[in-house]
């Protein structure tokens, strides 16, 4: 499970050593691994995403450790990655691990790097305090190309397992979490497009078989992690 960490940036800090433990605390109930996660997060974002073959810039915003970056190459193929975060340690591991000639790491905003085709967030939000959250929002829309994408993907409220995962994780536990309506008018607020909405990660591993329902499931608001799509106009209203 990636963690955006772009508020308290000393907070996350002290968890970068920690990361994994205090991930594989909180998705033990799951039965699966931060990865996996990961990757179906970015297989259904690249589902979701009209004409995903022509994103050729995406920037991971609050990218944490980096963990997403090998899921967003499989997914989106000759893509460019930024990914900006403001833990400056949580940076030097990304760059350590995951960083090449077509992926980097900054830390500091979103605004500043060159617009992108599409940005990728995912559990970012819910640790900006909300008064902030138009701000980000905004940041988010300038660092897009017109006619480019924002996937804001988010931990469901309305899921009682999320609450419980989050509860075991550390820095998770005073997150205040937002619903899929409040998302989706902070981004219409700040100018976004907003193409659809979907639910995912119904069933825990124990329930497998059932997984195979999952895309029937999808406009249910029940899954434990929702996922909003948005687009910044090709021209201003």
């Avoid at 975060?85 to 090449?100: F, N, T, V």
């Avoid at 219409?188 to 497998?208: D, I, N, Q």
Wanted: hydrophobic residues 35%; proline residues 9%; aromatic residues 10%.
């Amino acid at each position: 499970m990636s963690h955006g960490t772009e508020t308290n940036p000393s907070e996350f800090d002290a968890y970068v050593e920690s990361y994994e433990d205090a991930c594989s605390r909180g998705l033990r109930l799951s039965g699966e691994g931060r990865d996996y996660f990961a990757r179906k997060r970015v297989e259904y974002t690249a589902a979701q995403c009209p004409d995903h073959s022509r994103v050729r810039s995406i920037l991971d915003f609050g990218c944490g450790l980096g963990h997403t970056v090998p899921h967003l190459r499989a997914s989106f193929s000759g893509v460019r990655i930024l990914g900006v975060d403001s833990s400056s340690r949580a940076i030097e591991a990304a760059e350590k691990q995951y960083g090449g000639p077509e992926v980097a790491f900054r830390c500091g905003p979103a605004g500043s790097a060159p617009p992108v085709d599409l940005v990728y967030c995912n559990g970012v939000l819910h640790h900006v305090e909300p008064p902030a959250r138009p701000d980000v929002v905004r940041q988010i829309y300038e660092s897009l190309n017109p006619g480019g994408w924002f996937a804001l993907w988010e931990n469901n409220p309305w899921n009682p397992g999320t609450r419980i995962v989050m509860r075991r994780i550390p820095f998770d536990r005073d997150a205040v979490i937002l619903s899929y309506p409040e998302a989706q008018r902070l981004l219409r607020s700040a100018g976004f497009e907003v193409a659809g909405t979907r639910f995912y990660f119904y069933f825990p591993a124990l329930f497998r078989p059932l997984r195979k329902l999952e895309p029937l499931l999808d406009r249910i608001p029940l899954g434990a992690q929702y996922c909003v799509l948005a687009r910044r106009p090709v021209s201003p209203a």
